[in-house]
């Protein structure tokens, strides 16, 4: 994929856990969580994540600004099923002026059930590709360099 | 339910019939459709109800209007899989000046599968619930009169 | 609907409360959580109802029965969006022989979003309707005498 | 992502193409199609790839196998809304003893809107990995060759 941003950090944030129950519904007839569920728990691991840095991708939005997913990857390793209790585990992987990538990696116990990842460029209300308010970039680097 | 609108025609529109193929992401471990894939189901049924009648919901919301639903009702009376061609029939049952009815029947074959109903206010760019524009509602008369 | 089975018990249970973040997954082009998400929202209701009563959905369908869905209502009262805190208010309002009834109330702080029951029947492993197994009943007259 | 499988063609095959109607429900409040949506037109891309060829993934099923996904990638260039028609194009970009990849471009009108590849390996009912069955292998050998 093109690289429409640079990179300004190269520290890794830590990982912020999020635990999710599996619905019925997130399931489909092989009997195990449907394999297109999975960018919905990533989606809640970086709100989660973004909440516990103190600001919620929610306020991110109503500045005007949104963060659009431009790539994606995900491997599956683990089947996971209906009422388990999955941990997610979101952080940042990578910084820039322009956008982000956020990591993932879902628990189930020990077990690693899937891990992915997911790009991210920040657009304005035009939609048009902007650099990250200094506000957010701020607690990012704050967060990046704890 | 109350009615928060006034009724303007009695008369009943035919079905409109939508072929939807059942997708794996539609079933859940009970290796059916899952229960809550209906409502979506019913949503093409309206939109291509529309589409049919000669304008469609993406115009109509385009011109600052959205029908917000107030009210569902569904009876499943038999199950459907994965990869199953079902029928969705839909019409329109009620008409009123700020509302309307929506009728479903879901069949495969010759078996009903799931019948339901959802009600809808007009409202307007500003959520305020309005009058349908005239231009729709003769539209829908005239389809309503034939 | 047609009754497919004798009420045993008229005493309805007390709610369960069960918090729900929304999800930008249940979101619509509206702004607002879509109108088929609900249900999804019902089910989470019903299953935490379950595993507070002390057995979960998860093991009665384990010893093989399941609860189908054969009816649905609900009715809209207002809008909730992305991150919201929802709390999924939800009781068994009528036990019977083979089946019950869950009642559902979803509020937003003190305003009520939506309300709606979901009408079950009980099936064994060949999709045939059978009377809830007793260990089932008891643990749910007890909780409804309570 | 590590290769479970031995490679035995490497010619491609044609794509498919299956033109899909987004759905309301498929569209965020960011009124574009959710990110997380594509894996399930993924989904029908291969599911119609396969009934173009001649056998369908429903009876691959009822023979006792799955193909399950263990890998995902997508790169989104373009967003869709509500009533876009799309073009799923797909088609199998390897085949190997024990599983397949299935690469997805999709269009609206001559825009790329995302493209993809989803990893997949061949299981029997007791969840082992297992060589894809002959009689499968032959049909997609032939599909390939030609």
């Known amino acids: 994929m093109e690289q429409p941003y640079k990179s300004v950090e190269t520290k890794k944030t830590e990982f912020v856990d999020v635990p999710i129950r599996v619905r019925y519904a997130d399931t489909d007839m092989m009997g195990i969580v449907y394999y297109g569920t ?4 990533f ?5 989660e994540y973004m ?6 991708y929610k306020e991110f939005e109503d ?3 949104h ?11 683990n ?7 999955l941990i997610v585990k979101a952080r940042i992987s990578e910084l820039q002026s322009r956008g982000m990538t956020f990591h993932y990696k879902i628990y189930k116990d020990e077990n690693l059930v899937v891990e992915g990842k997911t790009k991210h460029i ?7 590709t902007v650099v990250i308010p200094s506000h957010l970039v701020h607690i ?6 704890k």
Not at 43 to 47: A, D, M, P, T, V
Not at 79 to 85: F, I, K, P
Not at 122 to 128: A, E, G, I, L, P
Not at 140 to 145: G, M, N, P, R, T
């Open 122 to 128: 920040c657009v304005n209300s035009s939609k048009k």
């Open 79 to 85: 089947t996971a099923t209906y009422d388990d209790l």
């Open 51 to 56: 909440r516990t840095k103190g600001f919620t």
């Open 67 to 77: 963060l659009v997913v431009v790539g994606m990857e995900i491997k599956y390793y």
């Open 38 to 41: 999975y960018p919905v728990y």
């Open 63 to 65: 500045m005007g600004y």
């Open 140 to 145: 990012l680097k704050d967060v990046i360099s």
């Open 43 to 47: 989606e809640i691991g970086r709100s």
